[in-house]
Structure formats: C-alpha cells, structure tokens
C-alpha cells in the first residue's frame, strides 16, 4: 500500500502549528507564566524556544522525512543492525499514550465548559462548579466525548482528516483568539493585567532560577510537541521539497504568536474582573485558571457569548494536539504491524477509553502524569532524538537538513548539527537530572 502524505505545504504547517498550539498555550502558559512572576517567565520560555525548541523541532523533523516511518520504525530502520534504537522511539510511542490519557480527561473539562457556556449554567458559582466537574465519573464521560472526536478526525486519514479539520481550526483560532484580545484589552484596568504580563521584571529569575528554568523548558518542549515523536511522524508525511528550517521557524514564531495571544486575553480579564491574581490562580492547581477566567465571564455583559467564543477557540486548539498525539501510535500500528487505519484507530481509543477514566478518576494520579511524568518523559524523549540525530545520523542529518532549504538556511546547518550533537543534549540531560533529584 502506498503510505499516505500532506496534499499541500501549508496542509503540513497548519497541521504541525495545530499539534503545537493546543493547551499547553491557552492553559499551562498563562498558568506557568502567573506562577513564575510574569515577564520574567516569558523571557526565559522565549530564549528556550529559540535556542532548544527550533533546533530540536528540525532534529526530529530531519529523522521524520529521512525515514517515512513513526516514530519506532524511524529509529530502528535508520540504524539498522542495533536494536536499541528501535526502543527509544518506542519509548515516544508510549509517552503518546501516557500524554493522551490526561490530555484527553482536561478535554473532556472543555467539551463540558463549551456546553455549558450557552446557558452560563457554570455562572452562579465557577469554583464549586469546576470542583464538582472536574473528576469522578462524569468526568470520565466527558473525556470519552473528546476522546471520540479525536478519533473521529484521525479515522479520516492524514489528508481526509487531519489536514482537513486543522486547515479549518487552525485560522478560527487565531480569529477567535484576536477579537476575545481586543475585547480584553479595552475591558477597564487591564492595563494592570497587561503590564504584568509584559513589563520586565527580575526578581523571580533572581529567586528561584533552577525552578523557573526548569518549567520554562518543560513548558517549551511541551508546547512545540517535542520528545514524543510527533514532529517526527508528521514530516514523515512530507516530500522532499519543503525546507525544513523555514517551516520549523514559522511553526515556532505561530505557536508562540498564539500563546501570547492567549495571554492577551487572559491576564486583562483576571485584573479587570477579579482584582489581579488570587492565590488560586497564581500557584494553583490545574484548575486554577480555569476558574479564574469562567469566573470572569460571569461578570462581563453577554458573558455567555464572550465564553462560547473563549471554549470554541480552546476546544479547536486542544483537539488539533490532540489528534497528533494518537496519530503518532496509529501510524506506528500501521506502518509496522500492517493493521489497517480503522482498526489501529479504534483499538487505541479503545486503550485511551480506560487509561483516561482512570485518570478522570483519580486526581493524583491525574497531576503526576499531567506534571512531573510527562516533563520527565519528553525531555527524555527529546534527548534520545537529538543524540540520535547528531551521532547516528549525523552527515545524513545535514544532507537532509539541506535538502529544499535555500542558500540561507543551509549555512545553518553546520551549528545546528554541533548544538544537537552536543549542548543540546547536554542541557536537557542536565534539566532531567534536576527533575528527577527535586523528585525524589
Ligand atoms: N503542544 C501541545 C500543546 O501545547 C501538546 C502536545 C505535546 C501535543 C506533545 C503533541 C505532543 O497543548
């Protein structure tokens, strides 16, 4: 059978922006952004994007193409005689799975959010209502309903359904992101919000700089959708042509455009309508913004249509990351076991249905995978594909990093090779390290 691709270079962008653009920047960014002090955070998670996230978006999308295979198959076919390979992108087919199952159960949080905003039934009282919603069986229902939809557009295949949905949410979000910042930023005394937000300050650097460092590079990994082997699996998908240091640049430059967006819309609307940063929302649960901001639209005039358009854009933006996460183990199943698209979809949901309920009913569990879990395993993750694609690799990593890319972007290539080959690694061993000592 002829292994499928994207009908179109924009088809790719758009899909690989909607992997990265998802909650990671609607919810943990202002989440993160709050908890380390604003600006500071901001720009620290910049320097992070630019100097790891770039290049480490090109390493697994330099693996992808040179490959056409998922993760697993990618690693094993390119070093062919040693085993071990094969295992750590393996270990990012798993990572996919582990990453769905909470993913999806915070899903399920704004499929319910999204419904309830047309009759504001969440209005009289936002905190008891994200407590009663937010685990427990109800929970678990909610995140089926996610769960299906994403299996719905991954069935379609990559061009009748991800391309497709992606090429449709992904400009809604942007349009719907705009106007919700325009309206936030003229709301009265948001300036507070937006000068927190955006005005420098050192302190928090100052404080505690390993903490701020170390969830400014959980944050980054995570929200470009790095580590797990989905920047791999969608350039697989991809012909020869595309040039690949332009297309990761604009993937970073749109997925970070739309979390200061998000920013935008979120910091004014916590100082205009609940007096700065609560406790709650500043070091909080994951729920914690959730809250705050629904709390918000309770006291705005037509605050039903302000939430309709808040949960649709946010809704948009989780099911794209979504449907590339469970793309990575479909396409795994595909590739190497031969099952078909059908099967290999529905078996996996199937898997997700139960992981996900056991997350939706366990709250603990749920914040260890949704935290500390999922920084360890991209991170590690992220660390195999570089060392993979610097030593392994390495001319061929270049000679394809070179392929379809002009004059311009291929004298990067050398330093690229070199920083994956050696700081890059270095820095997440390091910031793994860390992780595991602060955890145990
Ligand atoms: N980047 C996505 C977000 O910000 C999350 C994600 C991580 C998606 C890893 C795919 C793989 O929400």
């Not at 420098?200 to 390993?210: A, G, Q, V």
């Amino acid at each position: 059978m002829v292994r499928e691709s994207w009908a179109s270079r924009v088809g790719f962008i758009l899909a690989a922006v909607g992997s990265a653009v998802g909650l990671g920047n609607v919810w943990r960014f202002p989440w993160m952004t709050a908890k380390y002090g604003g600006s500071a955070f901001l720009v620290v998670y910049l320097c992070i994007v630019l100097l790891v996230g770039v290049p480490g978006l090109l390493a697994e999308f330099v693996i992808g193409r040179r490959s056409k295979r998922n993760p697993a198959g990618a690693l094993a076919r390119l070093a062919p005689g040693t085993k071990s390979w094969g295992f750590v992108g393996l270990f990012g087919v798993v990572t996919a799975l582990v990453l769905l199952s909470f993913y999806s159960v915070v899903g399920g949080w704004i499929v319910r959010y999204f419904l309830a905003s047309f009759t504001g039934s969440y209005f009289a009282a936002p905190g008891e209502y994200f407590g009663t919603i937010s685990f427990g069986w109800e929970a678990a229902a909610f995140q089926v309903a996610f769960l299906a939809l994403t299996a719905l557009v991954v069935l379609g295949g990559v061009r009748g359904g991800i391309e497709k949905a992606t090429k449709v949410m992904m400009p809604l979000i942007i349009l719907l992101l705009a106007v919700l910042a325009g309206w936030a930023i003229t709301q009265p005394d948001a300036g507070s919000g937006l000068s927190f937000f955006l005005d420098f300050n050192p302190e928090p650097i100052r404080n505690d700089p390993i903490g701020l460092l170390q969830a400014a590079a959980g944050q980054a990994l995570f929200t470009l959708s790095l580590g797990v082997g989905t920047m791999i699996t969608y350039a697989s998908y991809l012909g020869e042509d595309n040039s690949l240091p332009f297309d990761g640049s604009v993937i970073a430059v749109l997925n970070t455009a739309v979390g200061v967006l998000a920013g935008l819309v979120v910091f004014p609307l916590l100082f205009a309508f609940q007096g700065g940063l609560t406790d709650a929302s500043a070091g909080g649960g994951p729920g914690a913004l959730f809250v705050s901001v629904a709390g918000a639209f309770t006291q705005v005039p037509y605050g039903e249509v302000v939430a309709v358009g808040f949960f649709a854009a946010i809704l948009f933006a989780a099911l794209s990351s979504s449907i590339s996460m469970l793309e990575i183990p479909v396409a795994y199943l595909v590739d190497e076991h031969g099952v078909s698209r059908r099967t290999a979809t529905l078996s996996l949901a199937g898997v997700i249905l139960v992981t996900g309920t056991v997350c939706a009913l366990t709250p603990d569990l749920f914040t260890f995978v949704a935290d500390t879990l999922v920084n360890l395993m991209l991170t590690a993750g992220l660390a195999g594909f570089l060392v993979f694609a610097g030593w392994v690799l390495g001319s061929d990593a270049l000679a394809e990093f070179d392929t379809g890319a002009g004059g311009l972007a291929s004298s990067l290539g050398v330093p690229w090779l070199w920083s994956v080959r050696t700081v890059l690694p270095l820095f997440l061993l390091v910031t793994l390290a860390v992780n595991l000592y602060s955890l145990l």
